[in-house]
């Protein structure tokens, strides 16, 4: 009997796998196969996944965006989670729907929001709302007072404080930007006059009485507006927020006279509805632009009195960091100590209106400095003549200008405290400068790269210890991203990859004992919300080969995230999708690894062609393991694979989620590092894939197309081919934003712009070369493609085409040209690599 039921089970399992095998080739012969026609087509036929996704004020909905099928407009969309149910929000309902944001009362009974450029105020317990204004004019980034009586709110460059029992809506300062009026100089002529004629001085006095009469009487009926602040003819505003308390408003400013915005450019478009060439300006160059140096300001409302905060002690502010670190910059300090000057971002007070927080960044962006100030007990000193202090003349002229003005806050003061300050000599990742207060209003958690990855800080302003103002409190080789403090300030909520580079989960931090818990377990990738009333998470999650879904599961640890859109299309479930396989590739040039997905054929196959995808944005993560931005070039790669080709998409040194050294290894010399890591790939995939290494080329779009063209000018015999869209070719013409953080700017630093901009070495191209680019391209201006195209005839290169678009900007809206484009780079690929 027992072996009768041996040879039962062994046939029964044999049975049992012939039975799926049977079935996964019935599976497998079902499924369709992409074609370069779909993958290109418009990308509804995906299923027009969820957009824009957040919490119902009760936290028992969740409300989404879905674009309408072949239509630009979004329809909004909610679901009640008690009983999985969905319904669409009809344009009548909009009106009474719940609103994105958690501008809360400190009680949590009020929430106040900004729907179609007007404030409105919801109670939470009645589900009352009120609408305070309607307006043709834009009014924004409303809050609440101290004592959740009033609203405060901007309206053009103006803040306004509306009482929520009076309805009175005032104004919280009225600044104009002029000189003070006593202060006006004369001429020649009119003091002639003064002089000559006792008329002219009689009346003159008169006016100046009226004036002063009327001042008074203003200054003196609390029913009017306070007198107004004059801050400078020439002035402008940037930034201005008021205290919850409403006693200090906090300007930041600076002097439009100095702002240059550099030389516009002019791109023609010749397909119109006129007929016409019509052309518009678009915007000037890296270096070209030059902005003054921005001034901050606090105004006491209450005794009408201005300071300036007085930053020059700044740690390493007057450091000259380029001539410091490069042989090859020019030793300019004038132009070098201009490009040191400061920017202002993030200006945020505490509920109580005691204390502001507020970040200074240098223009070079290689400093940044996180800063608070506390108002308690602050009194403003008069000015006096015989200031010894090292702005005194700046304070000088800013006092012919600026009425009230008293004597400048001073770094280190009992009241403007240094909390953080990171240097970097490559530059400052704005990714990791998010900062906050805690619900304590003493203690501020924010996020810095100080360490070499993007980890949390806390700053506990009543618990300082020696010069040790904050504290790291997480550290580790991964990144930490979107933090959300919990209402009682004990635990803060991030996503992170900490369990691997490529995978994102939600994880929880108690504050007082440092301990992490993980929440998620998805991996992919996942974003998050946390609910209003902090139990549950809304999540939008993602794999390699599905696109973005929502879910939603308890706030706590190994809770179970329920998927609640099914928006995939049926369409795409069919498609015999190729699932990437997440490797990490050996660097010969950093300790770590270059992570990579690699699409592999079936079957065994020496000698394999294969392409290389290079990613664009340079400081941007593909390799994750989650849906891709790039989803057409998912869908081509899955396609090329049906061709026989192996596919490489390498997330190169200068990508994202790495960590610091891996992001500035560009620094000064783009184009140069990541060429190194492609090669690298090459290598692998030689050793992995048994791919030919005379058979494989590259493409790659905007950075993509960039170092596609380095490789091929800089490494002939690298590539067998390659396709560059949208290239960079030199960075001389690209923005000032992205391009002055890597490689400065030219004037200081031309020899990081000639080694890095690839028309510099366009006499090395020897392999086909396909450029592709949209002429109404405002990021990489089309120019970039023609100057190369200029350089590459007057070499008289061979063996390339330049395809152009003449209705498309950097990211193409058209299926027609998408599909256009991509029919190219597939010809060049297989007319190279299959002969």
Not at 426 to 449: G, T, V
Not at 461 to 484: A, L, M, Y
Not at 588 to 600: K, L, N, V
């Amino acid at each position: 009997m027992k072996n009768i039921y041996k040879i039962s089970l062994s046939g029964l399992l044999t049975y049992f796998l012939a039975f799926i095998l049977a079935n996964q080739t019935t599976a497998q012969s079902s499924s369709q196969l992409i074609s370069l026609e779909q993958a290109m087509a418009d990308p509804d036929w995906l299923g027009r996944q969820p957009l824009q996704p957040y919490w119902s004020d009760d936290s028992e909905s969740i409300y989404y965006r879905r674009k309408r099928q072949g239509e630009e407009q979004t329809d909004i969309f909610r679901v009640a989670l008690d009983s999985n149910t969905e319904n669409q929000i009809l344009p009548e309902e909009l009106n009474n729907i719940d609103i994105e944001g958690s501008i809360l009362s400190s009680n949590s009974r009020l929430k106040a929001y900004e729907r179609e450029g007007d404030i409105y105020v919801k109670d939470l317990r009645s589900s009352n709302i009120s609408q305070l204004t309607r307006t043709s004019a834009i009014e924004s980034n409303p809050r609440f007072t101290t004592n959740n009586d009033k609203i405060i709110f901007n309206r053009d460059g103006q803040t306004f404080v509306r009482d929520l029992n009076s309805g009175l809506e005032a104004q919280a300062a009225d600044i104009k930007l002029e000189n003070i009026p006593s202060e006006d100089t004369k001429n020649y002529l009119e003091e002639q006059q003064v002089r000559l004629f006792d008329i002219i001085q009689l009346n003159q006095a008169r006016k100046e009485r009226e004036e002063n009469f009327i001042e008074e009487n203003q200054r003196l009926d609390a029913s009017r507006i306070a007198l107004p602040f004059y801050m400078g003819k020439n002035s402008e505003i940037l930034l201005s927020v008021l205290s919850p308390n409403e006693k200090w408003l906090l300007v930041s400013l600076r002097n439009n006279t100095e702002r240059n915005l550099g030389r516009a450019g002019i791109m023609p478009n010749y397909v119109t509805a006129s007929g016409y060439t019509e052309t518009r300006e678009v915007r000037a160059r890296v270096g070209t632009t030059d902005f003054s140096d921005q001034q901050l300001y606090l105004l006491d409302l209450q005794n009408h009195q201005v300071a300036n905060l007085n930053l020059n002690q700044l740690p390493s502010i007057q450091a000259n960091p380029l001539s410091d670190q490069s042989e090859d910059a020019f030793p300019d300090t004038d132009e070098e100590q201009k490009n040191r000057e400061l920017r202002f971002v993030n200006l945020q007070w505490t509920q109580d209106g005691k204390k502001v927080l507020f970040q200074a960044i240098s223009r070079d962006n290689k400093d940044r400095w996180l800063l608070s100030l506390d108002t308690e007990n602050l009194q403003f000193t008069e000015l006096t003549s015989d200031s010894s202090q090292e702005n005194k003349d700046e304070t000088t002229d800013s006092q012919a200008i600026i009425s009230d003005l008293m004597a400048p806050i001073y770094l280190d003061s009992d009241h403007l405290k240094l909390v953080h300050h990171n240097h970097d000599p490559a530059w400052i990742n704005r990714q990791f400068i998010s900062a906050n207060w805690l619900p304590d209003n003493q203690s501020i958690f924010f996020l810095s790269e100080q360490d070499g990855y993007g980890h949390l800080y806390l700053f506990d302003d009543e618990n300082r210890n020696g010069n040790e103002i904050s504290k790291q409190i997480t550290q580790g080789r991964f990144e930490i991203r979107e933090p959300t403090s919990t209402r009682d300030g004990k635990q803060i909520y991030f996503r992170s990859n900490i369990t691997h580079p490529t995978i994102y989960n939600i994880y929880r931090l108690n504050i007082n004992n440092r301990e992490i818990e993980q929440i998620t377990s998805l991996g992919g990738m996942s974003r998050y919300q946390l609910s209003p009333d902090e139990s549950k998470l809304l999540i939008v999650h993602s794999k390699a080969t599905r696109p973005d879904e929502l879910y939603v599961s308890r706030a706590r640890p190994n809770a179970e995230a329920s998927q609640i859109t099914h928006t995939i299309s049926d369409e795409f479930n069919n498609i015999a999708w190729v699932e990437p396989e997440f490797v990490e590739i050996a660097s010969s040039f950093s300790e770590d690894p270059i992570h990579s997905r690699a699409y592999t054929p079936t079957g065994d196959s020496n000698g394999r062609p294969a392409v290389i995808f290079i990613h664009g944005a340079g400081y941007l993560q593909n390799s994750h393991q989650g849906w891709s931005g790039y989803f057409r070039e998912f869908m081509f790669h899955s396609f090329l694979v049906q061709q026989g080709y192996v596919v490489l998409d390498m997330d190169y040194r200068a990508s994202s989620g790495y960590g610091r050294d891996w992001r500035t290894a560009i620094y000064q010399q783009m184009g140069t590092p990541e060429v190194q890591d492609l090669a690298d790939g090459i290598n692998w995939l030689v050793e992995n894939k048994s791919v030919d290494r005379s058979k494989v080329c590259t493409y790659g779009g905007s950075y993509g197309g960039f170092l596609t063209l380095m490789a091929l000018f800089n490494e002939p015999d690298l590539f067998a081919c390659g396709a560059a869209l949208r290239p960079v070719t030199d960075w001389a013409a690209y923005n000032h934003g992205y391009t002055s953080n890597i490689l400065n700017i030219p004037d200081l630093d031309p020899a990081a712009y000639e080694r890095s901009s690839p028309i510099e070495f366009a006499e090395g191209l020897t392999k086909p070369l396909l450029i592709a680019h949209g002429m109404q391209d405002n990021n990489v201006f089309f120019q970039d493609s023609v100057r190369l195209a200029q350089r590459l005839i007057e070499l008289e290169k061979e063996n390339w085409e330049l395809a152009v678009y003449p209705i498309e900007a950097h990211g193409f809206r058209e299926p027609s040209s998408w599909l256009d484009e991509y029919r190219r780079i597939y010809k060049l690929i297989k007319d190279t690599l299959d002969n």
